[in-house]
């Protein structure tokens, strides 16, 4: 049974930082492509960041480009979004997903198609 459990999140003041963990079993973490994703109160879930394992290329959102960096432990099966200067605009529940890239896979930010979902953390920032 596959599994990814999300941690780290928390209450912090507009410009701290917070390091997420997503956590997989049940899976090879090296032959998928995990992604984060996030959900504001009264928004949609939007795409944060994503590592590839075909080719260790990263995607990031305009709106996190600069702050956030997405890291993988493959022995450890976790992969890691370090979030650096936290804004209220951050605050979310943020989910990791997996998906076992088919070729030409790229990470784009898009939601379709993931194999796995974990079930969130939520992170606050306060101003």
């Known amino acids: 049974q596959v599994q990814l459990v999300e941690s780290g999140g928390g209450l912090v003041q507009s410009g701290g930082s917070l390091r997420l963990s997503c956590v997989a079993s049940g899976l090879t973490l090296d032959l998928y492509a995990i992604a984060w994703f996030r959900q504001a109160p009264g928004k949609e879930r939007e795409g944060v960041s994503c590592h590839n394992s075909r080719d260790g290329s990263t995607y990031y959102s305009d709106s996190v480009k600069g702050r956030f960096t997405i890291s993988r432990d493959n022995a450890k099966n976790t992969v890691y979004l370090q979030m650096n200067s936290l804004q209220p605009d951050d605050t979310a529940v943020y989910y990791c997903?997996?998906?076992?890239?088919?070729?030409?896979?790229?990470?784009?930010?898009?939601?379709?198609?993931?194999?796995?979902w974990g079930k969130g953390t939520l992170v606050t920032v306060s101003s």
């Open positions: 997903a997996a998906i076992r890239p088919p070729t030409g896979y790229y990470c784009s930010g898009k939601q379709t198609g993931m194999d796995y």
